[in-house]
Antibody
Framework: QVLLQESGPGLVKPSETLSLICNVS????????WSWIRQSPGQGLEWIGS???????KYNPSLESRVTISVDTSRTSFSLKLRSVSPDDTGVYYC???????????WGRGTWVTVSS | DIQMTQSPPSLSASVGDSVIITCRAS??????LNWYHQRPGRVPNLLIR???TLQSGVPSRFTGGGSGTDFTLTINGLQPEDVGNYYC????????FGQGTRVEI
């Protein structure tokens, strides 16, 4: 059974970089795409981007200029970096595993990130 | 981006009622449409994939339909545990979600 666990700071200052890691257990990262999805307070879900085990990544055009998603060399985790954050980036950040038809069956529990000085 | 529009934004129904939620895509997405249920404070749970395929373990009272630009999620016999928000998501191109439908009893 694949398990995903997000980790990282819960508080980030405006203009700084939000950095999160998703640890993957129970499955090889060398398959499928692996995504980051976020949910702002009281809002819906927004796909941030995803990465393949080769390192190839694709991003939401609305965030692409500020986002980098990469796979750890150990192939047991992948990470998110979101630069120049503002309070609008506050919310719950989830990692998830993409399936071939693009649905998200497996999700991490999510981690709350607040952007505030 | 492909925009996803759900209706209604919210609904209130009684236990045992049949409920229909609709999702419309701004461009044709064939059958690349998925439905999720999210209870307050919980992780989204995949209900339906590829427009009409029930995810393993999901009760059969959930039914998905449609193709192209218009899709539906039907709950036949609403149960108390079905409260929460329902989201559609297209996977035809860069993934986008609908804004959600809040279901109350």
């Amino acid at each position: 059974q694949v398990l995903l666990q997000e980790s990282g700071p819960g508080l980030v200052k405006p203009s700084e970089t939000l950095s999160l890691i998703c640890n993957v257990s129970g499955d090889s990262i060398s398959s499928f795409y692996w995504s980051w999805i976020r949910q702002s307070p009281g809002q819906g879900l927004e796909w941030i981007g995803s990465v393949y085990h080769s390192g190839a990544a694709k991003y939401n055009p609305s965030l692409e200029s500020r986002v980098t998603i990469s796979v750890d060399t150990s192939r047991t985790s992948f990470s998110l970096k979101l630069r120049s954050v503002s309070p609008d980036d506050t919310g719950v950040y989830y990692c998830a595993r993409d399936r071939p038809l693009g649905d998200f069956l497996v999700w991490g529990r999510g981690t709350w990130v607040t952007v505030s000085s | 981006d492909i925009q996803m529009t759900q209706s209604p934004p919210s609904l209130s129904a009684s236990v045992g009622d049949s409920v229909i939620i609709t999702c419309r895509a701004s461009h044709s997405i064939s059958f690349y449409l998925n439905w999720y249920h999210q209870r307050p404070g919980r992780v989204p749970n995949l209900l339906i994939r590829a427009a009409s395929t029930l995810q393993s373990g999901v009760p059969s009272r959930f039914t998905g339909g449609g193709s192209g630009t218009d899709f539906t999620l039907t709950i036949n016999g609403l149960q108390p545990e079905d409260v929460g928000n329902y989201y559609c998501q297209q996977s035809y191109s860069i993934p986008t979600f609908g804004q959600g439908t809040r279901v109350e009893i």
